[in-house]
């Protein structure tokens, strides 16, 4: 095992984190303090924790660092912009968001479409988001071991501890605190380290002059390849659980939507940087793995105590990622299930107890997932694609216009834009051409809004 500065730095954040999480479960008293932060989280808060949960191992692993540095600029930018367009869209509609004073999103849905549309939302989040959990297991476990020499399966483990802990004790609380701290470390990674790391190399026009000719226009990427990068993420922002789970817990509807603002903004900055970085990783390192990027960046290419925090904030992304996941699909199964379908009348410290149980059960669920059953996870990466098909149209439609919408168009709308997903990944399995050239989403989920319109309330447009 390596022990450097960047394994000091990670072991500091891990446990500052972890005792953090601790504290605030003193703050839990509720179901609601533990869902949703008793509804009092403030702005800078609130943002930190919006920008720390949507930006996880899909940000510095994958997304704008791998596709900066396999096609090009433009690349990460249409994979980035999709975000900051759905951020843009969803921060307009922030303020009825926290007006509906929800805890998830399947109860907004059956305020809307009924049970039926409930309990169908509720088992496309969960399927995802667990797989979602047990693939950050392993990306934490695969950093620790790839950086710090620590064994993989002792990182996973490691993970595992750190993210049910945080999660479990104080919930949202919790979780938006160390999101917090999480957030400002990885902007103090970014803003000073990428910059560094590209003087080193010997500034922006060396970094220019040694990528591949048009690396900073489209270079080798199509029009369908941008079209999916951008619209998946487009579509699955402006639905996530986790985001609607933190308006619900803005103290007020003002703050809900100066948080998404912010939110939008933050992010914007920091795909700039990720994106600068895996083109300077392009020019100094030409025969590495895109997906490692930006992590060999912060290893080889900037000072020792930078590159120490860049080493953090990259844990960072992908800690408070999963944390934030599990969070959400154990307030899932105790609210949307225990709750609503199996104990209506329990009183509070029963709720709060399923709900840490909840939060324990599917942690464990999920790390024995990644441990042993990995080919379950094909369904639940179905289930995430689907996600922004079949819940999002269905959900900002019950969001933004309830009075003009129908049960039967959000339920048929749910199963259209899911079917579709999968018949069209089935086909790409087989080779369908045109299923490999166009994402699943440019075709699911125009139909799953498609359904919404066609049985819509007679007279009114959705």
């Not at 900055?269 to 990720?274: I, L, S």
Request: charged share 10%.
């Amino acid at each position: 095992m390596q022990v450097t500065f960047a394994f000091y730095c990670v072991i500091a954040y891990l446990l500052v984190i972890t005792v953090v999480g601790i504290y605030y479960g003193k703050k839990v008293k509720t179901q609601e303090d533990y869902s949703v932060a008793g509804r009092s989280l403030p702005t800078p808060i609130l943002i930190g924790t919006l920008m720390a949960t949507w930006m996880g191992a899909g940000t510095v692993l994958g997304g704008p660092a791998a596709s900066g540095y396999q096609y090009g600029l433009m690349a990460a930018i249409a994979f980035s912009m999709g975000s900051p367009v759905g951020q843009f869209v969803l921060s307009f509609v922030a303020k009825k968001i926290r007006r509906m004073n929800a805890q998830t999103v399947p109860e907004v849905i059956e305020k809307v479409y009924g049970r039926l549309a409930r309990v169908l939302a509720t088992v496309i989040i969960m399927l995802a988001y667990i797989g979602i959990v047990a693939y950050q297991y392993k990306g934490v476990g695969l950093i620790l071991n790839s950086i710090l020499g620590v064994p993989e399966n002792i990182g996973t483990l490691i993970a595992f501890g750190v993210i049910v802990v945080t999660a479990l004790f104080g919930g949202l609380y919790s979780v938006a605190y160390t999101d917090f701290l999480s957030c400002c470390m990885m902007m103090v990674g970014l803003f000073i380290g990428v910059p560094m790391a590209i003087s080193m190399a010997g500034g922006w026009s060396w970094v220019a002059a040694n990528i591949p000719p048009g690396h900073l226009g489209f270079g080798s990427i199509s029009f369908p390849q941008l079209l999916g990068f951008f619209f998946p993420v487009f579509f699955y922002v402006m639905g996530d659980q986790n985001m609607y789970q933190r308006f619900f817990a803005a103290k007020d509807e003002k703050t809900a939507m100066q948080s998404g603002i912010g939110w939008m903004l933050g992010c914007t900055a920091t795909y700039f940087f990720v994106a600068a970085a895996a083109i300077a990783a392009r020019a100094l390192y030409p025969n590495i793995n895109a997906a490692q990027s930006f992590v060999h960046l912060a290893t080889h290419g900037m000072p020792t105590i930078i590159g120490g925090i860049c080493v953090a904030a990259i844990t960072a992304f992908i800690v408070t990622t999963a944390n934030s996941f599990l969070l959400s699909v154990g307030v899932n199964m105790s609210w949307d299930v225990y709750a609503r379908f199996v104990n209506p009348e329990a009183p509070t410290e029963k709720k709060l107890f399923v709900s840490r149980a909840s939060v324990l059960g599917l942690g464990i669920l999920a790390y024995v997932v990644i441990q042993y059953y990995p080919e379950l996870l094909i369904l639940q990466q179905y289930t995430y694609t689907m996600y922004g098909a079949a819940i999002t149209p269905a959900l900002l439609a019950a969001v933004m216009f309830p009075e003009r919408i129908t049960p039967l168009g959000g339920i048929v709308s749910i199963f259209t834009g899911g079917a579709v997903t999968i018949a069209w990944e089935t086909a790409k399995t087989a080779g369908w051409a045109v299923a490999k050239t166009y994402p699943p989403v440019l075709i699911a989920a125009p139909l799953a809004i498609l359904a919404l319109i066609l049985f819509k309330k007679n007279g009114k447009k959705p």
